[in-house]
């Protein structure tokens, strides 16, 4: 029998606000544990909590992005339950009535595009962080970090309209440049601040019902949740095909052993006893606040992607690589639009920037070469003043080598620009492009004479050595030597030679 995979996934976003949800306490990362606490996040008693109103703009920016209906009245709940790095004993979060419903989300895998439904947007606290290692009695002992009780998130349920990790993957990461974008989540899996539970079932191919589903809590990377959902989908068909029945549970990801592991029965909505919380009036949003917000949303990844392909005539896979992050895609934009050539600006951001920043694990706002500065030099090769070889091999790590004195960064946009003025570094270095004819047949007349055998080969009629003779002669000459002219002389010297 075939069968079919269904997922659905829960996405908890931390949102970008320098205090929590309900109180002023700090939401900095990395603080001496239980210093950024006071009685409302502990919830001592006589403490009452006070909604954070830019968590509310921040998730009423998010709400419009992904088309969702916004509720003008919201509730909040308390969700009960007991444990140990949760001092209320309860969670403030939206149940009965969230913030905003019914949004989607397009996702494109092997050239599909998809809509996946997000069935709610949810405004809740988070909870503290249990620490289990990196202490003298962690075999005996639990460690409690109360910092991060009452931070805001945003809890992001999508409907189960995935069917592959694949989708998965895309859902996630397309949400997490969304929520980049809007700038209300920094989208950092590996500190927490954007977590992710999958829901996993799985049916005959072509059935209309849903299978018993299992949830798999805190994937922390996109690799992470790959192999959990594959390993997930293969342990239940397994099982299936064996006769045995799916247990309703929630498992955990064990990296170690690339497994699933259970870890306690799933409870259901009426397990966690909802009931409206008594301290908070009702949520109430205004039309006119919705539409403020919505005219200052920023131009958003998808709608960037098919300008760049239309407005600049990018291919689809370099328009997707470079609206990956709005910075890369703000970087690249001022390097087109000043270098007059948006293409050639395509190919430098995607392989000397980007690789620049992997080696040196930065974000593109921490690339030392203003755009203005990178366009310069984008523009010199195409008015042919140097070789790409020259730019790529010379100018340009000359350009990085500037930049990265100590205080370089802390110069005005102005001073930067112009101490990396690549025609000033040209002319520091002589790196003219080497254009006399003269000049160049000299080269190309000591090249010949180094190279016997390969100028015999092509006197014999294997043309393809013509390459390789004209890379020696652009070696020869340090790659200033002018290609456009050296291709017509080296033939007429090997035609030369044939004459003989």
Same mark, same amino acid.
């Given at each position: 029998?075939?069968?079919?995979?269904?997922?659905?996934?829960?996405?908890?976003?931390?949102?970008?606000?320098?205090?929590?949800?309900?109180?002023?306490?700090?939401?900095?990362?990395?603080?001496?544990?239980?210093?950024?606490?006071?009685?409302?996040?502990?919830?001592?008693?006589?403490?009452?909590?006070?909604?954070?109103?830019?968590?509310?703009?921040?998730?009423?920016?998010?709400?419009?992005?992904?088309?969702?209906?916004?509720?003008?009245?919201?509730?909040?709940?308390?969700?009960?339950?007991?444990?140990?790095?949760?001092?209320?004993?309860?969670?403030?979060?939206?149940?009965?009535?969230?913030?905003?419903?019914?949004?989607?989300?397009?996702?494109?895998?092997?050239?599909?595009?998809?809509?996946?439904?997000?069935?709610?947007?949810?405004?809740?606290?988070?909870?503290?962080?249990?620490?289990?290692?990196?202490?003298?009695?962690?075999?005996?002992?639990?460690?409690?970090?109360?910092?991060?009780?009452?931070?805001?998130?945003?809890?992001?349920?999508?409907?189960?309209?995935? $069917? /592959?990790? =694949? *989708? +998965?993957?895309?859902?996630?990461?397309?949400?997490?440049?969304? !929520?980049?974008? @809007?700038? &209300?989540?920094?989208?950092?899996?590996?500190?927490?601040?954007?977590?992710?539970?999958?829901?996993?079932?799985?049916?005959?191919?072509?059935?209309?019902?849903?299978?018993?589903?299992?949830?798999?809590?805190?994937?922390?990377?996109?690799?992470?949740?790959?192999?959990?959902?594959?390993?997930?989908?293969?342990?239940?068909?397994?099982?299936?095909?064996?006769?045995?029945?799916?247990?309703?549970?929630?498992?955990?990801?064990?990296?170690?052993?690339?497994?699933?592991?259970?870890? $306690? /029965?799933? =409870? *259901? +909505?009426?397990?966690?006893?909802?009931?409206?919380?008594?301290? !908070?009036?009702? @949520?109430? &949003?205004?039309?006119?606040?919705?539409?403020?917000?919505?005219?200052?949303?920023?131009?958003?990844?998808?709608?960037?992607?098919?300008?760049?392909?239309?407005?600049?005539?990018?291919?689809?896979?370099?328009?997707?690589?470079?609206?990956?992050?709005?910075?890369?895609?703000?970087?690249?934009?001022?390097?087109?639009?000043?270098?007059?050539?948006?293409?050639?600006?395509?190919?430098?951001?995607?392989?000397?920037?980007?690789?620049?920043?992997?080696?040196?694990?930065?974000?593109?706002?921490?690339?030392?070469?203003?755009?203005?500065?990178?366009?310069?030099?984008?523009?010199?090769?195409?008015?042919?003043? &140097?070789?790409?070889?020259?730019?790529?091999?010379?100018?340009?790590?000359?350009?990085?080598?500037?930049?990265?004195?100590?205080?370089?960064?802390?110069?005005?946009?102005?001073?930067?620009?112009?101490?990396?003025?690549?025609?000033?570094?040209?002319?520091?270095?002589?790196?003219?492009?080497?254009?006399?004819?003269?000049?160049?047949?000299?080269?190309?007349?000591?090249?010949?004479?180094?190279?016997?055998?390969?100028?015999?080969?092509?006197?014999?009629?294997?043309?393809?050595?013509?390459?390789?003779?004209?890379?020696?002669?652009?070696?020869?000459?340090?790659?200033?030597?002018?290609?456009?002219?050296?291709?017509?002389?080296?033939?007429?010297?090997?035609?030369?030679?044939?004459?003989?």
């Amino acid at each position: 029998m075939k069968y079919e995979t269904v997922i659905g996934l829960e996405i908890h976003a931390q949102l970008l606000t320098r205090t929590k949800l309900f109180c002023r306490c700090s939401t900095e990362f990395g603080r001496t544990p239980n210093t950024l606490t006071c009685p409302v996040c502990l919830g001592l008693p006589g403490s009452l909590p006070v909604i954070n109103r830019e968590a509310v703009r921040m998730a009423i920016k998010l709400a419009l992005a992904l088309k969702a209906r916004i509720n003008l009245r919201s509730i909040f709940s308390r969700k009960n339950y007991f444990y140990p790095d949760l001092p209320k004993g309860y969670q403030i979060t939206q149940y009965h009535l969230p913030l905003a419903e019914d949004g989607h989300l397009v996702i494109e895998v092997n050239g599909v595009k998809k809509s996946v439904g997000i069935e709610r947007i949810n405004l809740e606290e988070d909870a503290g962080k249990s620490l289990h290692e990196s202490f003298p009695d962690s075999g005996e002992k639990t460690y409690l970090d109360f910092n991060r009780c009452g931070v805001p998130l945003l809890e992001i349920v999508g409907r189960p309209d995935l $069917r /592959s990790a =694949e *989708e +998965a993957v895309e859902f996630v990461q397309n949400l997490r440049t969304l !929520l980049q974008y @809007l700038e &209300i989540c920094d989208g950092n899996m590996e500190e927490g601040s954007l977590r992710c539970d999958a829901n996993l079932s799985i049916r005959p191919a072509g059935s209309a019902g849903f299978g018993t589903k299992t949830e798999v809590k805190n994937l922390n990377s996109f690799r992470f949740l790959a192999r959990a959902l594959e390993y997930e989908a293969s342990r239940q068909i397994a099982a299936l095909e064996r006769g045995e029945k799916i247990r309703q549970e929630t498992r955990g990801w064990d990296a170690s052993e690339n497994r699933t592991v259970p870890q $306690r /029965s799933k =409870e *259901e +909505a009426h397990d966690y006893r909802y009931f409206p919380e008594p301290d !908070l009036p009702p @949520l109430v &949003i205004s039309e006119d606040w919705i539409k403020e917000i919505a005219a200052a949303l920023p131009e958003l990844p998808q709608e960037k992607m098919e300008r760049f392909i239309r407005d600049y005539g990018l291919p689809l896979y370099d328009a997707r690589v470079l609206t990956a992050s709005r910075a890369l895609a703000d970087y690249f934009e001022a390097t087109a639009r000043a270098s007059g050539s948006p293409k050639q600006a395509s190919n430098w951001v995607m392989r000397e920037v980007l690789q620049y920043l992997k080696e040196n694990n930065l974000g593109v706002e921490n690339f030392p070469i203003p755009a203005e500065s990178l366009a310069e030099l984008i523009k010199l090769v195409e008015n042919q003043i &140097i070789t790409m070889t020259i730019a790529k091999e010379k100018v340009y790590p000359e350009m990085l080598k500037k930049a990265g004195s100590a205080t370089f960064s802390h110069q005005p946009i102005e001073s930067r620009v112009k101490a990396l003025d690549p025609q000033a570094i040209i002319d520091e270095l002589g790196l003219k492009k080497i254009a006399d004819d003269r000049a160049l047949e000299a080269i190309i007349e000591q090249v010949l004479a180094r190279n016997p055998g390969p100028v015999k080969q092509y006197l014999e009629g294997k043309v393809q050595v013509l390459g390789f003779l004209l890379g020696q002669v652009m070696k020869a000459s340090q790659g200033q030597a002018d290609p456009q002219k050296v291709q017509p002389l080296l033939r007429q010297a090997l035609e030369k030679l044939a004459r003989k």
